[in-house]
């Protein structure tokens, strides 16, 4: 399974983007909870978001919740992350990432996910 991250880029507090996350491989997409993660220097990575895959529950940390809004297009085998209102503290290199089991549906640890994108920079300015 590849995972290939995009969409990250320079901007202002307030402002939006929108990361994209395209999956290949010989894996059935629809069926795995998917997620996004973010380290910012010196830090953890740190959950954000996750969907599970054939009925999309959705489940977001606390710092994000209200601001992001995570989806996925099963059919496309692309994950999304729609980041609105955005805060300096959001700078960060944020990863897709897909679990190892698909049992696993709040899937909220790094452990659980087992094939990760390269990553894509995010960063807000004040």
């Known amino acids: 399974v590849q995972l290939q991250a995009s969409g990250g880029g320079l901007v202002q507090a307030g402002g939006s983007l929108r990361l994209s996350c395209k999956a290949s491989g010989p894996r059935i997409f629809s069926a795995y909870t998917m997620g996004w993660f973010r380290q910012a220097p010196g830090k953890e990575r740190e959950f954000v978001a996750c969907?599970?895959?054939?009925?999309?529950?959705?489940f977001y940390a606390e710092s994000v919740l209200g601001r992001f809004t995570i989806s996925r297009d099963n059919a496309e085998t692309t994950l999304y992350l729609q980041m609105d209102t955005l805060k300096p503290e959001d700078t960060a290199v944020y990863y897709c990432?897909?679990?190892?089991?698909?049992?696993?549906?709040?899937?909220?640890?790094?452990?659980?996910?087992?094939?990760w994108g390269q990553g894509t920079q995010v960063t807000v300015s004040s």
């Open positions: 990432a897909t679990v190892e089991d698909a049992s696993y549906t709040d899937a909220i640890s790094v452990v659980q996910y087992k094939y």
């Open positions: 969907i599970s895959g054939n009925y999309p529950n959705t």
